[in-house]
């Protein structure tokens, strides 16, 4: 599996809708606070746009919504892969990526075998609070050539 190395990450179909047509083949919807269907209606927005534009569509944290919304892949961080039904994700062909902000986090998503690993972060971020701290290109590339072939 290929997947485009240039991965934005959105809070909205409204900014997917913007986005999209400029030719972004990869993205994430990331919403963190939305009752179930405002959940549902972006999804259902996001995978409509996405498919419009040839754009792979990652649904953050909600693999149930994913499942039902017939989603290509969910990304799970560490904290919420524990509770999720890997499973069911497998049997209903969802694709499964994974975050990893440490050295004992790659070795978990490592064990989950996910369809990708997200490394990171690299650089100093101020979106939102880290408590890792950025782990550079070298180290980053390193993870790289250690998780290799998973994207």
């Given at each position: 599996m290929k997947l485009d190395p240039f991965y934005l990450i959105v809070d909205s179909a409204a900014w997917i809708e913007r986005l999209v047509p400029l030719g972004v083949k990869l993205l994430q919807l990331r919403i963190k606070?939305?009752?179930e269907a405002g959940l549902r209606t972006e999804?259902?927005?996001a995978k409509a746009?996405?498919?419009?534009?040839?754009?792979?569509?990652?649904?953050?944290?909600?693999w149930r919504l994913a499942i039902e919304e017939g989603c290509d892949f969910v990304h799970l961080g560490q904290e919420d892969l524990q509770p999720a039904d890997r499973s069911r994700i497998r049997v209903?062909?969802?694709?499964?990526?994974?975050?990893?902000h440490d050295h004992i986090e790659l070795e978990t998503a490592m064990a989950a075998?996910?369809?990708?690993?997200?490394l990171g972060p690299i650089y100093p971020t101020i979106l939102k609070?880290?408590?890792?701290?950025?782990?550079?290109?070298?180290?980053?590339?390193?993870?790289?050539?250690?998780v290799a072939p998973v994207p």
């Amino acid at each position: 599996m290929k997947l485009d190395p240039f991965y934005l990450i959105v809070d909205s179909a409204a900014w997917i809708e913007r986005l999209v047509p400029l030719g972004v083949k990869l993205l994430q919807l990331r919403i963190k606070s939305m009752d179930e269907a405002g959940l549902r209606t972006e999804i259902r927005k996001a995978k409509a746009l996405c498919a419009q534009h040839r754009c792979q569509l990652i649904v953050n944290d909600h693999w149930r919504l994913a499942i039902e919304e017939g989603c290509d892949f969910v990304h799970l961080g560490q904290e919420d892969l524990q509770p999720a039904d890997r499973s069911r994700i497998r049997v209903a062909g969802v694709r499964l990526g994974l975050s990893t902000h440490d050295h004992i986090e790659l070795e978990t998503a490592m064990a989950a075998e996910p369809d990708y690993i997200a490394l990171g972060p690299i650089y100093p971020t101020i979106l939102k609070k880290m408590k890792w701290a950025p782990q550079g290109v070298e180290r980053i590339s390193e993870w790289k050539r250690r998780v290799a072939p998973v994207p």
